[in-house]
């Protein structure tokens, strides 16, 4: 539901370019972050992770128009510092396939890898609060609360950036219900109900979170019963 | 998005784009998409978006499969046309075109190229474990494909997907995740392993970039500014603004001969007919 499907050309230049500052600086603290001789070790599940994330992202589930992105998995297997690296790698392949714009890589980078980032710290929370137990219970309600966050970032990007807000997301029934302004370069005037557009969404996206928060708590408890190790060790 | 088929088609493809190293064709991808940014006009666009499907013809490949792989964003630029819909179709045409050639430029670079050598390109301007993740990801995809392919078949031949079901097929499929990912660990563990025994030591080799008809490349970097100066003219010299239609113009022979180009039978056409 986050993932911005603005094409190229679209979003003003400087938040483009803002959004790729931003996610440059991001990459270059988690890099500092994370220990080389981990980063090797952890090379192989990056690569597996990512690929399963570009996976889910590619099967589109037409009658909502949502792909699940399952970087709140990410987040929790690879910990926060790897799974931004991992979003970041996942957003570059697939706009080469044309899915999301290359210009906005950064942009799309900082929206999803704030869920994998938010997703992790939510999930040790609410296990730390659980006791340890209900290892899925406790990804899910992370996935909802990340999910959460993220649309409101990513609504903050369309707000700032004063574009005409249902194209940021593919829900065809948001489209129907926003009266946007002139398209051209995209500078409505006048044209944006913010206020309206953010109900429509909030109305709409617990049909994509409650989706994809049952996948994560589902995978995980999957993954807890069959490899604990997974779940369970020490992120950066 | 079948990404076996892009792969296929960017090793065993013999066009003067697949012949091309990647780095020129990367610049080529830049500027359109540069020119795409910079652009309002809708002739233009439209002149933009014809001339990068002829050049799909001339490379002999499937050409209406590689131009639908590059439409999927289309779908979302129509909902925006729509969103923002004011009986303005030059309007709504602007954006769904913007969408629609920037993919096709990003995809005809991935038809006609590996993606080691794409990825290799790359690694000078990226960290070493983005640029090593890449390669990583790249390969365990086609990796979990087949894991993929195999699962997908085993829940439909034992009833995992079903009708109806909707919550029993959503924690089929959240498992079915589960044991992708636990098989994929599997055999990515194995396979780091393998590589520490072969003398790993935190840097892939292979990654290089490969040597290609410097006459192609430079074809291909042409071509591309030659769209972005169009662009450039179109928007800020006044009195140009018509070139677009002209462009159009250009464009529809040129597209016309690449395809008839493109159904002539030949040696880089033959394997696609035969597959």
Known sequence: MSHIHIPDGVLPLWIVAAGWVVTALLLALCIRRVDSGDVKRKLPLIGIVSALMIAGMTLEIVPIAYHINLSIIAGILLGPALAFVSVFIVDLIISMFGHGGITVVGLNTMVIGAEAVLGYYLFQAFRTVMAGRRAGWASALAAVMSLFLSTSIMLGVVYVSHINPAAALHTEEAAHDTHGGPAGDVETEGGLDFGRFVKTIFLLAPLGWALEAAVTGLVVSYLYRVRPDLVASEKT | ?275
């Open chain 2, 1 to 275: 998005m079948d990404v076996s088929a892009i792969d296929y088609y960017a090793n065993h493809g013999g066009s003067f784009l697949h012949r091309a190293s990647a780095p020129p064709k990367l610049v080529f991808a830049g500027l359109v998409i540069a020119s795409v940014v910079v652009t309002r006009d809708f002739y233009f666009l439209l002149g933009a978006y014809i001339t990068l499907a002829a050049l799909v013809f001339r490379t002999g490949l499937p050409a209406p499969r590689v131009i639908t792989i590059a439409a999927y964003p289309a779908i979302f630029a129509l909902i925006f046309a729509a969103a923002g819909w004011n009986g303005d179709w030059i309007g709504a045409g602007v954006i769904i075109l913007k969408a629609l050639t920037a993919a096709l430029a990003s995809v005809i670079v991935i038809v006609t190229t590996p993606y080691p050598d794409v990825f290799a390109s790359l690694r000078p301007f990226l960290p070493k474990i983005i640029a090593e993740g890449l390669f990583l990801t790249y390969r365990s995809l086609f990796l979990l494909l087949d894991l993929m392919d195999n699962l997908l078949k085993a829940l439909r031949v034992r009833g995992g997907i079903s009708r109806g079901k909707i919550v029993r097929n959503v924690v089929n499929f959240s498992s079915g995740i589960g044991l992708l990912l636990v098989r994929g660990l599997d055999i990515s563990e194995k396979f780091y392993g393998v590589m520490r025994v072969r003398g790993y030591d935190g840097k892939l080799s292979g990654g290089y970039v490969r040597g290609g008809s410097p006459a192609c490349g430079a074809g291909a970097v042409l071509t591309g500014a030659a769209i972005l100066a169009l662009a450039l003219s179109i928007r800020y010299e006044p009195g140009l603004e018509s070139l677009g239609v002209y462009f159009v113009y250009a464009a529809l022979p040129a597209l016309a001969l690449s395809a008839a180009w493109g159904l002539y039978p030949k040696w880089e056409a033959e394997a696609w007919k035969k597959s």
